[in-house]
């Protein structure tokens, strides 16, 4: 009789501990990752610092078991798929970003140093902050789906002396032709595209000179807030790859230097 109760307590014992395991795993399931997560960013996919980007999400995804996908789009359509869910996230918008864009979780790991720079083609025209444009005659423009420079300069330049362009090639090009006296963008971005075949073609030997910086933030990637489970996942993958010094690596890999992207 005391053998079968020990043995009906054993059996009762072993399929309260497999009940346990079935409820765990089932509360897994329900909170499973994704297969893929599709991101897009303000540059296109053949830009070094959209491929650079790649390189470090594509591995930081595959370290928490999920794929990378990358859509090509302009700036301002790629705020507007990431904040209806469209795509999964950005890859690279400003600290700030989710002030102006509330669907969207930034990952608190930034992956670089940005800065906000002046550009303009007289050497003799200097700036300093957003608010050294402020009383200035300036004709003044940005890149069109950059919020930051939308909302800091609306308030210091006037309306009808505050315009906006698709391309850097457009707004250099304007710089260059005196439609313009001030073309503002993240700097690197500037920088990058005075290094091409196509300010060559366009500048006939001229020079744009950085006028000044305007402000100094940190980039990151930001997640729809559907993923905001994978936040702090990403953030602690991001910050051991920095350690091992794949920022770095990655860097070199494509073509980028210290001047391009720094973190």
Known sequence: MRTTIRMFMMVTMILVYLLGITLSTGAETDVSLPARLTFVFTRPKDNPMTQWLILIYTEALRRVNIGFEFKDVPPKRASYYSDNADVDGELGRIYDYSDTHPNMIRVEEHTQV????????????????????????????????IQKSKVRLSPVVPPDHLSDITTVHQGIQKLLAGRTDVYVDVDNVVVQYMKSGKFKEISKGRTVYKAGVMERITAHAFLHKKHQAIVPKLADVLRKMKEEGLFKTYRDQVGLTSDDAEW
């Open 114 to 145: 940005v800065f906000f720079s002046a550009f303009a083609a007289v050497p003799d025209l200097t700036l300093k902050g957003w608010e050294s444009l402020q009383g200035t005659n300036y004709k003044v423009e940005y890149r069109r789906g």
